[in-house]
């Protein structure tokens, strides 16, 4: 077993470098850790890259022609942990219905002062966690004065959390709407949401114009097949469009009198769906590092529609998966293979 202790400095040193801890999701699902934790972290991790201490490329993505799977690699490297990491993500069965779907992501941690190895550990929780923090921190700087009602579109993953992370950075909001399609799905959000809000309950709504139309926030999780797609014409004046998935149509991109996204280079990669007729995409307002460091204004007038985009920029997954590690380190989770023996 290698030594393993946190330096001054706050990263992880690792005492040999023939050994790789393995944290699974396992290991990760028994780690408490609190929503306003993780909020936190990711808000961190974008002040520390808006301060040039860390680095972000754009990811890389494979995809075959017919569009079944698809595939990401990232890299990057927070300066305040001084640790680097590299993200995989792939997912095969986009053709077909959720229970056929297969996903895998890990994320490989080094300590950048002793060059030794962190862990390697699933994803999936840290993703689970790192997207609807940023959707609610999004929320937190761009939605108007005063908001008071949001909803949810889609019941997978990203939307179990969305309404607890909003709740986090938007205590004031009064109205929780969900619109999905799943029931199992439905039942896991209220779950989710009584877990860490036990006095608070979401109303499901099945007219989604309706809803659309009286919400001050919408954060659209849902998956490619979902038939919800909000256009710009059902949002009232100063509504906040967050898109993570799918769920809304392309005009509330395009007709928005703001655009905001995690990243501008993420988005023309990943967000090709929201394209116009001739394949373009609009400029980008302000990307969300700034705004969140206060240098860029998220919103400028409480009556502008403001659509916002939210991709996954690494550093937030190596903050958040950082912080598990040592979270896990501390508990002695973990198996230690020799790798490199």
């Known amino acids: 077993m290698t030594d393993t202790s946190t330096t001054s400095a706050g990263t992880i040193a690792s005492g040999d470098d023939t050994h790789l801890r393995i944290l699974s999701k396992t290991d990760l699902a028994g780690i408490e850790i609190s929503l306003s934790d993780v909020v936190a972290t990711v808000e961190g991790a974008y002040r520390t890259l808006h301060a040039g201490q860390s680095d972000n490329p754009r990811k890389l993505t494979v995809k075959p022609q017919d569009e079944h799977s698809v595939s ?24 077909k219905g959720r229970e056929e ?22 994803c999936s929780r840290i993703g689970s966690l790192r997207t609807p923090a940023v959707s609610a921190l999004l929320a937190r700087e761009c939605a108007a004065p005063g908001a008071r009602s949001a909803l949810v579109i889609g019941t997978g993953t990203q939307g179990r959390l969305a309404l607890p992370f909003l709740l986090t950075t938007l205590p004031d909001l009064d109205r929780l709407m969900l619109f999905g399609t799943h029931a199992e799905g439905i039942a896991a959000v209220r779950e989710q949401l009584r ?33 919800a797609a909000v256009e710009a014409g059902w949002l009232k004046p100063g509504a906040l469009s967050i898109l993570v998935g799918h769920g809304l149509a392309p005009s509330t991109l395009h007709q928005a009198d703001r655009v905001i996204a995690t990243s501008e280079a993420q988005m023309n990669v990943t ?18 590092p700034p705004v969140i460091a206060g240098i ?15 991709s996954g920029l690494v550093v937030t997954d190596i903050a958040l998966g950082h912080r598990f590690a040592q979270l896990a380190l501390d508990q002695g989770l973990g198996t230690e293979v020799p790798l490199w023996s």
Not at 85 to 93: D, E, N, Q
């Open 271 to 288: 967000g090709t769906d929201m394209a116009d007729a001739d394949g373009k995409l609009p400029a980008v307002d302000a990307e969300f």
């Open 195 to 227: 877990a860490h809000f036990p006095d608070r309950d979401v109303e499901i709504v099945t007219d989604l114009r309706a809803a659309a139309a009286d919400a001050d926030v919408i954060v659209a999780t849902a998956g490619g097949h979902t038939p």
């Open 101 to 122: 779907q297969h996903y895998y992501t890990t994320l490989s941690i080094y300590d950048d002062v002793t060059g030794l190895p962190v862990a390697m550990m699933d």
């Open 72 to 95: 990401y690699a990232m890299l990057g490297r927070d300066g305040t942990r001084n640790v680097v990491a590299i993200k995989t993500s792939y997912k095969h069965g986009l053709d």
């Open 296 to 310: 860029a204004a998220g919103r400028r007038t409480a009556e502008e529609r403001i659509f916002a985009y939210n």
